[in-house]
């Protein structure tokens, strides 16, 4: 008989959950007859209104159409300025450049003025313009950007220094528009508030490995000033999402007056709109996800109580007498360690079946951002943030003893690879 000891099993980094009611919700929509946009994406467009506390949330087809579309409405092109932080992934910048505008980066506060992984207000001010037409920070992690207050900021710098507005949106609003990259964010809280509700609109993503997944697919958060129609605005950028036609299919298809087809385009849009098959596994993961929510802290809580008190690790922020995060991820920063070795933890913890991950590579270490003249030099504390940070998994199969084995084997390999270099 062979008594020999199975290895453990393996800890995958960010497998989506999927249950029995996600799979009963999809078969629903599936024998309905109606699968694109239609009524369940309404449904969870209301639903997720209130959750985030806003008048509006567009559903859409990822968070790069959602935002693209939002940058196409607020007239953002060419000689336009986008502020945006240089640690983030190249989807934030991806869409001012296919809007042929500049993307401003910003680095990280030094690390006496840090907040996490965050841009901060100060470190956003030197680099406004009359020509910075939004400003978009990033909530890494799900740790919420503390933006309150920034859009009233924003109206009293452009009242000082001029805003070149061009076009009806953005002399209606006066002020560069404040645009949260809120894809790891959902649930965030800032005071009484959820985060997304104090920007003008905030972007969500259900991509699979977020914390609410529709597969694919993301949201927009609508709180605009009282000067714009809420209803309206919902409606133009919906047209967006849909090459800019002005009736959906299901206006089209499932209407028996006559002429019901005929439609028309005023400018062209795109195709990103969410389908009625997403939209259901989003309905069922809302539902639960207060409950996510407490399970994913219970996890990262475990995460601290390894860490706390380990002199070679910076733990990730996730809550503050002002802000609570979502617990996206949990980004550990080992400052001890230079990013090769760095790199050989995850290489170990691999080896042992456990998956990790870095967020992010800074932007101008892509060849995308390094040819078009952007220097890793001019952001040195997101390159040092980046060097020694590992993202460990979280996610809804972990259990608090696979918690607790990811911790031990971190700090055992930080320890090996330090001896082992330090021999050699």
Not at 1 to 13: C, E, T, Y
Not at 90 to 106: D, F, I, Q, Y
Not at 129 to 143: A, E, L, N, Q, S
Not at 243 to 262: E, L, M, N, V
């Amino acid at each position: 008989m062979d008594v020999r000891q199975q290895p453990p099993r393996p800890i995958p980094f960010a497998p989506p959950f999927i249950d029995e009611a996600t799979i009963q919700a999809v078969e629903r929509v599936l024998r309905s007859g109606w699968i694109t946009t239609g009524p369940e994406t309404a449904a969870f467009e209301r639903e997720l209104a209130a959750y985030a506390q806003v008048d509006h949330v567009l559903c859409g087809g990822s968070w790069t159409g959602l935002a693209g579309v939002i940058l196409d409405w607020f007239g953002v092109g060419p000689g336009d300025e986008v502020i945006l932080p240089s640690y983030t992934y190249c989807a934030t910048a991806n869409v001012v450049l296919h809007r042929g505008a500049e993307p401003v980066m910003v680095d990280l506060p030094g690390e006496e003025h840090a907040d996490g992984f965050n841009l901060t207000w100060e470190a956003i001010l030197p680099h406004l313009t009359p020509r910075t037409k939004v400003v978009m920070p990033v909530d890494i992690g799900g740790w919420p950007v503390q933006v309150a207050g920034w859009t009233a900021a924003l109206s009293a710098w452009s009242a000082e220094h001029g805003f070149d507005a061009r076009g009806e949106v953005q002399e209606r609003l006066g002020r560069p528009l404040l645009l949260s990259d809120a894809a790891h964010s959902l649930g965030a809280r800032i005071g009484d508030a959820p985060a997304a509700s104090l920007a003008d609109i905030a972007v969500f993503s259900f991509h699979a490995v977020k914390n609410l997944t529709t597969a694919e697919g993301g949201a927009a958060a609508i709180s605009l000033p009282p000067s714009f129609d809420g209803t309206a605005v919902h409606a133009t950028l919906r047209t967006g999402l849909l090459h800019g036609q002005s009736k959906d299919a299901a206006a089209k298809f499932q209407s028996t007056k006559a002429g019901a087809w005929r439609y028309d385009v005023e400018r062209p849009g795109f195709k990103c709109n969410m389908t009625d098959i997403q939209a259901a596994m989003g309905r069922v993961a809302l539902a639960r996800y207060p409950a996510d929510l407490a399970r994913r802290k219970a996890l990262c809580d475990r995460y601290d109580a390894a860490f706390t008190g380990w002199n070679d690790a910076l733990l990730p922020l996730r809550s503050a007498a002002e802000r609570t995060g979502s617990d996206h991820l949990y980004p550990l920063r080992l400052p001890r360690l230079t990013e090769a070795q760095r790199d050989r933890l995850i290489d170990r913890l691999s080896a042992d079946g456990i998956a990790t991950n870095v967020h992010f590579q800074p932007l101008p270490l892509l060849t995308a951002h390094a040819s078009r003249g952007e220097r890793i030099e001019d952001h040195p504390h997101a390159l040092a943030a980046y060097a020694c940070e590992i993202s460990l998994p979280v996610h809804l199969h972990l259990n608090l003893e696979d918690v607790d084995r990811v911790a031990a084997a971190v700090r055992q390999g930080h320890e090996d690879i330090l001896r082992e270099d330090a021999a050699s």
